[in-house]
Structures are given as C-alpha cells and as structure tokens.
C-alpha cells in the first residue's frame, strides 16, 4: 500500500513538473532543431569570406618604437599591407607596412574599401555605419569602435575603427541562429552565459521529470501484467 500510495505520488508529481517544463523543453527542441538545420560553416558564412591578398615580404619596413610591444600582426587592409602593434599600454596601433609611418583611424571611405575586399559574395555593400565600443551591436560580440557594412544579402562585415582589422562577418541567418542559440541556453540578453540560474533550475526539473517518467513505467507494466492474469 505504501509503495503505491509514493508511486501515485510520483505521478502526481509527474504530472506538474511535466506543465512546468514543457515550455522549456519545446524552446530546446525547436532551437536545437533549428541549429541543426544548417551546417554550422555555412552559419558562419565561411564562403562569403574573401582571402587576404598575399603580402611581399621583401617590401616591408617595421617602425621603430619606443617602448614595449606586446603584439604584433601583418594584415592586408584591401591590398595594403599595415602592421597592428600593440604597446605596453593594450591599445593597438597600425602602421603602414611599407615605410613603418604612423596611420590614423578608419575613415568611411577605407573603410568600405576593406569590407568590400573582405566579401567574396555578389551582394552590393548598401550602408555604412559607424559604432563605438560601448554601443557595439548584438552581433559583433566585441567592445571594440567599428563600422559596420551592409550589403544587400544582410551581411554585416565589422572593420575595426582604430586598426583596419575586419572583425567579423555576420550573416542574416547567423543572427537568427544567434537568437535561437539565446532561446536554447535562456541567456537572450548577452547570449553567452551557459551556466545561468533559469538554465540550471528548468534543467534540473526536466531532468527529476524525466526521472519520475521512468520509474511510472515499471508501474504500468505491472497494472498491464496483472491485467493479462
């Protein structure tokens, strides 16, 4: 009698953890459906991205500096090699690679020159916009002064303002991807909290709901096997 009475307990259970959680659960299954859809390459956009032109190594002047360097990278800004220094002080610079003089930042017009030599897709570049760091878009994903590139596929090219370094490419189907992958972790505000209380809390019940489903199962193969006596 005791151990019915818990098992009809359990169902009871069952029953509102299951109303709880099913909110929860059809989000998880459709975001996961829904990331699983597309190859994640092609999320990326991977095939809008052009290849950097390739840089003559004989031709290059490394300025002179003063000071500590604790990062430096050669990039070519649509077919200008230009050196990203970073100081002692984790601001980065960008030199002109040729003769090593100092370059000011990011104008519009360079900067749509490095995203249309950025994007390898037939779309035309529509818009430029200007960010800065502590306003950067959801689908940057970086605290760092930008301008971002439009072009008529809704693909946004971020370069960045101080250095010429393109910093990301971001589809249209990528932001919806981004929201669903929000939806799938209960994070839709930075989206990048995989450990969040809503997360642990919805999971641990879906889990103990999952749990009292099972053990119901042994009990209605009992009433199915004394039904059959």
């Known amino acids: ?40 390459e092609e999320v990326r956009g991977e095939a809008l991205r052009a290849e950097a032109a390739p ?10 500096l003063s000071g ?3 990062k430096v990278a050669l990039v070519s800004q649509a077919g200008t090699p230009v050196w990203v220094i970073t100081g002692s002080d984790k601001q980065p610079r960008r030199y002109a690679a040729k003769d090593g003089t100092p370059l000011g930042a990011v104008n519009e017009a360079e900067a749509r020159r490095i995203a249309m030599a950025a994007f390898a897709g037939k779309a035309q570049l529509t818009a430029m916009r200007r960010f800065a760091a502590e306003a950067a878009p ?30 990301a490419l971001r589809t249209g189907f990528w932001r919806i991807y981004d929201f669903m992958w929000g939806l799938h ?7 990048e909290d995989t450990s969040n209380p809503f997360l642990w809390v919805f999971g641990g ?8 489903g099972g053990i119901l199962l042994f009990r209605r193969r009992k009433v199915k096997v004394n039904s059959a006596k």
């Open 1 to 40: 009698m005791a151990k019915r009475t818990l098992l009809q307990r359990f169902a009871r259970w069952h029953i509102w953890l299951g109303w709880a959680v099913a909110v929860p659960l059809v989000l998880w299954l459709a975001s996961g459906l829904f990331m699983a859809a597309r190859p994640i």
């Open 55 to 64: 840089i003559d190594g004989a031709a290059l002047t490394f300025p002179k």
């Open 68 to 70: 500590t360097v604790s």
């Open 138 to 167: 959801m689908d940057l994903r970086r605290p760092r002064p930008s301008w971002q590139a439009t072009f008529a596929d809704d693909t946004h090219v971020y370069v960045d303002a101080d250095t010429g370094e393109v910093l």
């Open 185 to 191: 972790i209960m994070d839709l505000q930075t989206r």
């Open 205 to 212: 019940l879906s889990l103990i709901t999952s749990l009292f």
